[in-house]
Structures are given as structure tokens and as C-alpha cells.
């Protein structure tokens, strides 16, 4: 089980981070001050360090520093303010894993955790490799891929989406990113970032959802102490904190049509104005952006500029839904099986047969996440060694997907069936074959007996 230390001075906070990590299956200490903590980090060994930049007596840094002089197998993750950003950056290039700002998102915290382990893993698979060239550790494209918290697949789907990272990474145009919610498109931008020429640099990911309106312009640009009431101090908004690496916005069509113009005028010029600043600051940044919404329907109604979206949109991606690889699905199981393992302190070795007919029947409306969520807590509730039918979530286990109505021969919507399989296949035919579990003779007859013509 991963130790975690927990160190911040707002006592209630503290003890809100605690219990919300025991909750999620960590071993947690925790303290208020960074004397306690060193005293701590000197007695124990922790995975992650989660600490507040601001700490009485001694800033938070020093326990990098710490991390950083004594070679510790740990990762820290600072935990910032409203005008924190900037020293955030600065520590970042120090050692630090990441940061977070506050206030924070327990979601996002727990993922930055997640991913602060896996690193910490990769970390000592490397070290071994060195310490014993003689005796090199093998591993598969996926486990490589794994090690790095992103799972390629090995679907055409999966594949197709792998060339076009391999084909738009090198370059420094603007991606738009297009996919259901879930699908992993935060993974697919950082994907592109790693094999990109800024891969040394930031990424600094933003969720456009999230920023409340009355501040967006000080997120994006930064401002100046004393521009408006709260602004107690300078701060670097995400475009000067991304300089020279990759900013990733999430949800782009949740911006205000405001912030639109401006973020469209920082892009054409490079250049961004803090809020309450006369002077302008030149950036080099590489902009991926991502959205589960129609953007060409938005600028159609009025919504999303138009101007913006071509300068978004110089290469779009589409990233599957999890029903349309359905070879990737136990590559997917697998990962997260092991992921839940490591975080609740499980022995999981795999699924019954049983259990893998029940996976593979779901349409996964929640894609990827949900499939997280879903083999989490059937690690949570198994008794065995093995996860079994009875173990996963009810929703999942009575569902009956498209290919099974199928299989029951339901001629009152047999025709419809096909109709839905051909539109998710986009009108090719063995495609199509494959999603309703026929073989295509049974699928041209069926085409034939029903007059559909393409």
C-alpha cells in the first residue's frame, strides 16, 4: 500500500485531504508544519509528498529539496494558491512532480497521485535496467506503454489513433482533440506532447469547465498585484506558465465568447497582457485542445467562434468510444485491474470467463473511466483471487447490448439493429458484421431480405 504525507497548515483541510485519501485506499500520514514533516520524511519512507508551497517557519519546498539531496524515492506534488502559480513553475523545473492549485479537485488530485506513482515505478524499472545491464528487463509495447499511464491498444481503432499522434507529434500545429467524455483524451494530448520536439518542457493541462467566468482572464493571461480586489499579489496566468511547452485546454467549448477573442488574439500574436498590465509578454507555446461537444454545430448557432475554431482546428483527432475497440477492452481490464491492486492492496490475479462475457456484452456509455470505476470496485468487493461475475456492478451485469439483442433473433427490431450497426460503422459492411457478431453472408442476406440499400 502507497504511503502518502499530507503536509498543510489549514487544519481542517488537512484533515479532509486524510480522510478523503484513507478513503481511496492509501496509507496516509499527515502534519502541519515542515519541521514535523522532515522529522517524518527521515523515520519512514513515503511514495508522495502532498504539500502546501506556503508553510509557517519553512516553505514547502525544502522538502524537495530534502527528496532531491538524499536521492528519496518519493514524488512531491505541491498544492498552490490563487498567486502561487508561478513559484509552482519555478519548483517544477526543481524536481517537483506537478502542482495543484487550490482549491482543489479531489478527482484531479487523486489522478495527479495515480500518475506520481506510475512515474515512481518506471523510475526503479530504469534504475534496476542500469544497475544490471547484463540482465535487462523485457518489455512488451504495452507494458511500455502502461508504465507511462497510457495503454495504446492494438484495435484499428487504437492504431489509427496511434499514426495520428506519431504524424501531428513532430510538428507544432494547433490539435483539436474530439471524443466522448471519458475516452482519454487528457492521455492522447500528453501522448502528442512526449513525442513532440517541447517533450523536455511544461504541459500544463486546463479545464475550461471548471474556471468561473469572473476570473478566466487572470487564469489565462496572469495579472498584476492590486488590479482588482483579491489581487494581493502577481501571478503568471497559463499561457506565460506553459512558455515553451504545451498548454492543454479541456472542454474548450465552455469559454465565455469573451474569452474566446481574447484567447484567439494571444494565439495569432503570441503574446499575452496580464489583467491590470500595460506591458505585453511574448510566448512560445504549443496550444492541444479538446471537446466530447459538436464545435461545428456551436459555430453554426453562434456559440464558438468561427476564426478561433480554424486556428484550433489545423489537425483534429478523433478518439474512439471504448464500444468501438472492443480488442482493447481486456488490454483496458488488465491495466486497471493492476492499477486497483496497487491502490486498495488486492491480489487480483485476472477474470473468470464468466466475468469477461458480462465485460464484453457492455456498451460502456463511460468509456474508459467508467471501465476504471467499474473494475476498482470489483476488486473492492472480491473475495477470491479471480474477479467473478457477482462482482461487478449490477447495471453492467443485466445490461444487454446491441450484438446480444441481436443474437435473439428479435424480429420486431432486427431491422433497426442493423440500421444502428451500419451508421456506427459508417456504412462499411464487415464492420459492421463485426459489431452485430454475424458473418457478412448473414449480414448481405439480411441487407437483401430487408431492402437497405447503401
Same mark, same amino acid.
Given at each position: 500500500m502507497e504511503h502518502i504525507l499530507i503536509v498543510e497548515d489549514d487544519l481542517a483541510f488537512n484533515k479532509m485531504l486524510e480522510t478523503f485519501l484513507r478513503k481511496k485506499g492509501y496509507h496516509v500520514s499527515a502534519c502541519s508544519n515542515s519541521e514535523d514533516a522532515i522529522k517524518k520524511l527521515s523515520a519512514s519512507t513515503f511514495q508522495v509528498i502532498l504539500a502546501d508551497v506556503r508553510l509557517p517557519e519553512k516553505e514547502g519546498t525544502v522538502l524537495l529539496e530534502m527528496v532531491r539531496d538524499k536521492k528519496l524515492p518519493t514524488k512531491v506534488i505541491l498544492m498552490t494558491g490563487y498567486a502561487e502559480v508561478s513559484k509552482a513553475v519555478e519548483v517544477i523545473k526543481n524536481g517537483a512532480f506537478d502542482y495543484i492549485s487550490k482549491p482543489i479537485n479531489p478527482e484531479q488530485m487523486l489522478n495527479l497521485i495515480q500518475k506520481a506513482i506510475l512515474a515512481l515505478k518506471e523510475d526503479s524499472i530504469v534504475k534496476k535496467n542500469s544497475k544490471s545491464p547484463e540482465k535487462p528487463i523485457e518489455e512488451s509495447a504495452v507494458e511500455k506503454e502502461a508504465s507511462n499511464g497510457y495503454v495504446a491498444g492494438v484495435s484499428e481503432a487504437a492504431n489509427k489513433l496511434g499514426d495520428y499522434i506519431k504524424l501531428v507529434a513532430p510538428t507544432d500545429m494547433s490539435v483539436l482533440i474530439i471524443g466522448e467524455s471519458g475516452t482519454g483524451k487528457e492521455y492522447v494530448a500528453k501522448r502528442i506532447h512526449e513525442k513532440s520536439k517541447r517533450k523536455g518542457n511544461v504541459f500544463?493541462?486546463?479545464?475550461?469547465?471548471?474556471?468561473?467566468?469572473?476570473?478566466?482572464?487572470?487564469?489565462?493571461?496572469?495579472?498584476?498585484?492590486?488590479?482588482?480586489?483579491?489581487?494581493?499579489?502577481?501571478?503568471?496566468?497559463?499561457?506565460?506558465?506553459?512558455?515553451?511547452?504545451?498548454?492543454?485546454?479541456?472542454?474548450?467549448?465552455?469559454?465565455?465568447?469573451?474569452?474566446?477573442?481574447?484567447?484567439?488574439?494571444?494565439?495569432?500574436?503570441?503574446?499575452?497582457?496580464?489583467?491590470?498590465?500595460?506591458?505585453?509578454?511574448?510566448?512560445?507555446?504549443?496550444? !492541444?485542445?479538446?471537446?466530447?461537444?459538436?464545435?461545428?454545430?456551436?459555430?453554426?448557432?453562434?456559440?464558438?467562434?468561427?476564426?478561433?475554431?480554424?486556428?484550433?482546428?489545423?489537425?483534429? !483527432?478523433?478518439?474512439?468510444?471504448?464500444?468501438?475497440?472492443?480488442?482493447?477492452?481486456?488490454?483496458?481490464?488488465?491495466?486497471?485491474?493492476?492499477?486497483?491492486?496497487?491502490?486498495?492492496?488486492?491480489?487480483?490475479?485476472?477474470?473468470?470467463?464468466e466475468a469477461l462475457v458480462v465485460l464484453k456484452n457492455y456498451d460502456w456509455p463511460g468509456n474508459l473511466r467508467e471501465l476504471q470505476n467499474s473494475v476498482k470496485r470489483s476488486v473492492l468487493l472480491s473475495e477470491t483471487r479471480e474477479i467473478e461475475k457477482k462482482d461487478l456492478p449490477e447495471n453492467i451485469v443485466n445490461h444487454t447490448s446491441k450484438a446480444s439483442s441481436y443474437k435473439l433473433f428479435k424480429n420486431q427490431n432486427e431491422e433497426q439493429l442493423i440500421l444502428d450497426a451500419l451508421e456506427e460503422a459508417g456504412g462499411n459492411k464487415s464492420k459492421a458484421a463485426r459489431i452485430l457478431d454475424v458473418d457478412r453472408k448473414t449480414l448481405y442476406n439480411k441487407l437483401k431480405h430487408y431492402n437497405i440499400e447503401l
Amino acid at each position: 500500500m502507497e504511503h502518502i504525507l499530507i503536509v498543510e497548515d489549514d487544519l481542517a483541510f488537512n484533515k479532509m485531504l486524510e480522510t478523503f485519501l484513507r478513503k481511496k485506499g492509501y496509507h496516509v500520514s499527515a502534519c502541519s508544519n515542515s519541521e514535523d514533516a522532515i522529522k517524518k520524511l527521515s523515520a519512514s519512507t513515503f511514495q508522495v509528498i502532498l504539500a502546501d508551497v506556503r508553510l509557517p517557519e519553512k516553505e514547502g519546498t525544502v522538502l524537495l529539496e530534502m527528496v532531491r539531496d538524499k536521492k528519496l524515492p518519493t514524488k512531491v506534488i505541491l498544492m498552490t494558491g490563487y498567486a502561487e502559480v508561478s513559484k509552482a513553475v519555478e519548483v517544477i523545473k526543481n524536481g517537483a512532480f506537478d502542482y495543484i492549485s487550490k482549491p482543489i479537485n479531489p478527482e484531479q488530485m487523486l489522478n495527479l497521485i495515480q500518475k506520481a506513482i506510475l512515474a515512481l515505478k518506471e523510475d526503479s524499472i530504469v534504475k534496476k535496467n542500469s544497475k544490471s545491464p547484463e540482465k535487462p528487463i523485457e518489455e512488451s509495447a504495452v507494458e511500455k506503454e502502461a508504465s507511462n499511464g497510457y495503454v495504446a491498444g492494438v484495435s484499428e481503432a487504437a492504431n489509427k489513433l496511434g499514426d495520428y499522434i506519431k504524424l501531428v507529434a513532430p510538428t507544432d500545429m494547433s490539435v483539436l482533440i474530439i471524443g466522448e467524455s471519458g475516452t482519454g483524451k487528457e492521455y492522447v494530448a500528453k501522448r502528442i506532447h512526449e513525442k513532440s520536439k517541447r517533450k523536455g518542457n511544461v504541459f500544463i493541462a486546463v479545464d475550461c469547465g471548471a474556471i468561473p467566468k469572473e476570473i478566466a482572464s487572470s487564469e489565462f493571461f496572469g495579472h498584476v498585484k492590486g488590479s482588482f480586489t483579491g489581487a494581493i499579489n502577481n501571478k503568471i496566468g497559463h499561457f506565460e506558465a506553459a512558455n515553451h511547452g504545451t498548454l492543454f485546454l479541456d472542454e474548450i467549448g465552455n469559454l465565455s465568447y469573451d474569452l474566446q477573442m481574447q484567447l484567439l488574439r494571444a494565439l495569432q500574436e503570441r503574446k499575452v497582457k496580464p489583467v491590470g498590465s500595460n506591458n505585453e509578454i511574448e510566448v512560445d507555446i504549443r496550444v !492541444i485542445t479538446a471537446t466530447n461537444e459538436d464545435l461545428g454545430k456551436a459555430v453554426e448557432l453562434g456559440d464558438f467562434r468561427q476564426d478561433l475554431f480554424h486556428r484550433l482546428n489545423e489537425f483534429s !483527432i478523433q478518439v474512439p468510444p471504448l464500444r468501438q475497440r472492443t480488442e482493447d477492452l481486456l488490454l483496458f481490464a488488465n491495466y486497471f485491474l493492476d492499477k486497483a491492486n496497487e491502490q486498495l492492496g488486492k491480489e487480483s490475479l485476472g477474470f473468470s470467463d464468466e466475468a469477461l462475457v458480462v465485460l464484453k456484452n457492455y456498451d460502456w456509455p463511460g468509456n474508459l473511466r467508467e471501465l476504471q470505476n467499474s473494475v476498482k470496485r470489483s476488486v473492492l468487493l472480491s473475495e477470491t483471487r479471480e474477479i467473478e461475475k457477482k462482482d461487478l456492478p449490477e447495471n453492467i451485469v443485466n445490461h444487454t447490448s446491441k450484438a446480444s439483442s441481436y443474437k435473439l433473433f428479435k424480429n420486431q427490431n432486427e431491422e433497426q439493429l442493423i440500421l444502428d450497426a451500419l451508421e456506427e460503422a459508417g456504412g462499411n459492411k464487415s464492420k459492421a458484421a463485426r459489431i452485430l457478431d454475424v458473418d457478412r453472408k448473414t449480414l448481405y442476406n439480411k441487407l437483401k431480405h430487408y431492402n437497405i440499400e447503401l
